[in-house]
Nanobody, 120 residues
Framework: QVQLVESGGGLVQPGGSLRLSCVAS????????MGWYRQAPGKQREWVVG???????NYADSVKGRFTISRDNAKNTVFLQMNSLKPEDTAVYYCNVRIRTVNGLLNTYWGQGTQVTVSS
């Protein structure tokens, strides 16, 4: 089994910054990719950013230039540095990790979510 523990959410003023962390633990053969999704009130969960095991990154247009994803492979940890935050970034942020099993299958795991609120 795999567990994901997120931290770093909170309340910040517009223009401020926050840094989210997500640590994966448990039976981990090989992490294929790590990333973040978010879900605002009344909206569907949406993809925000992802990073592969090789370090390739992709960002949603809405966060490009403001958010930066990074990972520490040795610690199975992914980070999301969020700068220039806007009220529309307010959402519950979920860590997403895809792990390749010894049989070559990909399993997807989700964190419990951490609230990010951008408000003055």
């Amino acid at each position: 089994q795999v567990q994901l523990v997120e931290s770093g959410g909170g309340l910040v003023q517009p223009g401020g910054s926050l840094r989210l962390s997500c640590v994966a633990s448990g039976t981990i053969n090989s992490i294929y990719s790590m990333g973040w999704y978010r879900q605002a009130p009344g909206k569907q969960r949406e993809w925000v950013v992802g990073i592969t095991s090789g370090g390739s990154t992709n960002y949603a247009d809405s966060v490009k230039g403001r958010f930066t994803i990074s990972r520490d492979n040795a610690k199975n940890t992914v980070f999301l540095q969020m700068n220039s935050l806007k009220p529309e970034d307010t959402a519950v942020y979920y860590c997403n990790v895809r792990i390749r099993t010894v049989n070559g299958l990909l399993n997807t795991y989700w964190g419990q979510g951490t609230q990010v609120t951008v408000s003055s």
